[in-house]
């Protein structure tokens, strides 16, 4: 992937025991660290604008996570680990740094990577912010704020729900917006909210278009079900990772220590996280999208917000504490859609902790 990067970001190959991968670093080397984690069908590109904006003495760290990018594409997910290969991978990189310590940051998937390394690796964090990110019980297949499955073979999540369509034009290396399906058109829609387009909108289209594809890769594998919509998860890549059905246990998330504080920002209007998430088979459906919808109480739209809220809820009641920031007037990345608003509120965030 040859993605031009800005004036004072510095991009490197680092090997760690699990995976070489492009690096990209801002700021001094002794600073505090910020470790950002991308979302899906993205890279550490997407990150450079707010790692060149960290306050003096911050040092921005972004890889480009498994899967995606410059990422060793011989290093595959595994799905039945969840999040867990992305979370050791970003463990291990703090490790080669020489980092005990990081205000940790992600978005979507790598929301999910940090619900994850809250439970497995609560001391590695300063503070923890979450950025429109998917639900700690993974996207698709899950009816109430609980994350209780609608079928327990957890139909309705994992590879079979990519978009064909979209696949072949990662594949082909589409630039164009002849079709709602091209990579362009997909994040001028569902990433951004209309009209917005960004300045650097090239370089996030490569970074879109440098994710690993494939039946180990993305969209991944996936199995039939007798329940609606008639697919299940696999075993392998980011779509089958981020099923509820590798989760993993929720509940873990209350008893750990230390308990840091966490940041949860999201955008106004996003379509991809919301209670109506514009992707989710119970949305789809309930709009007569896909066929044969079982109805709502079998197979609702996915209530990802009031999960996202409930789960704070509990670890605030067992010590740990959050705040929830709204930035209006933004889809699912307000970091770059409104980039001023995102920072300082991130930056009084890791400040409280100084």
Excluded at 179 to 208: G, H, I, N, Q, Y
Excluded at 228 to 234: A, I, S
Excluded at 302 to 327: C, D, F
Aim: proline share 9%; glycine share 12%.
């Amino acid at each position: 992937m040859s993605v031009p990067t800005l004036d004072g970001v510095t991009a490197k190959e680092v090997t760690t025991d699990r995976i070489t991968t492009r690096v990209l670093f801002t700021g001094p080397e002794d600073g505090v660290p910020v470790l950002f984690l991308h979302g899906n069908a993205s890279s550490a590109t997407w990150w450079e604008e707010n790692m060149v904006a960290l306050p003096p003495g911050y040092r921005g760290i972004a890889p480009d996570q498994r899967g995606f990018g410059d990422a060793d594409p011989d290093q595959k997910v595994d799905a039945t680990r969840g999040p867990g290969d992305w979370a050791d991978d970003a463990v291990a990189l703090l490790d080669q740094l020489q980092i005990t310590q990081a205000h940790i940051v992600g978005c979507s998937l790598g929301g999910c990577v940090v619900w994850y390394m809250l439970r497995e690796y609560p001391a590695r964090f300063l503070t923890a912010s979450l950025v429109d990110t998917g639900s700690p019980f993974g996207y698709g297949g899950t009816k109430d704020v609980e994350g209780t499955p609608c079928y327990d073979d957890f139909a309705g999540s994992g590879g079979g729900l990519t978009n064909p369509e979209f696949i072949k034009r990662l594949a082909e290396g589409d630039r164009g917006l002849d079709s709602p399906f091209s990579p362009r058109a997909a994040m001028r829609t569902l990433v951004f909210k209309p009209p917005f387009v960004p300045e650097r909108e090239e370089d996030l289209l490569s970074s879109m278009l440098s994710i690993h594809l494939g039946e180990q890769d993305n969209p991944g594998d996936s199995v039939p079900s007798p329940n609606w919509p008639y697919v299940g998860p696999g075993i392998w890549g980011s779509a089958n990772a981020l099923s509820p059905k590798y989760a993993g246990d929720i509940e873990s998330l209350y008893a750990v220590e230390p308990k840091v504080a966490i940041l949860w920002v999201r955008g106004s209007d996003d379509l991809a996280v919301s209670d109506t998430a514009s992707s989710c088979p119970g949305t789809l459906g309930s709009m007569g999208l896909i066929p044969n919808w079982p109805g709502m109480e079998v197979y609702p739209p996915q209530p990802m917000l009031g999960q996202i809220r409930n789960v704070l809820a509990k670890y605030a009641a067992t010590g740990g504490s959050y705040k929830e920031v709204v930035i209006e007037d933004a889809g699912h990345v307000p970091f770059i859609e409104k980039p001023h608003e995102f920072n300082t509120v991130l930056h009084t965030h890791m400040a409280g902790v100084q």
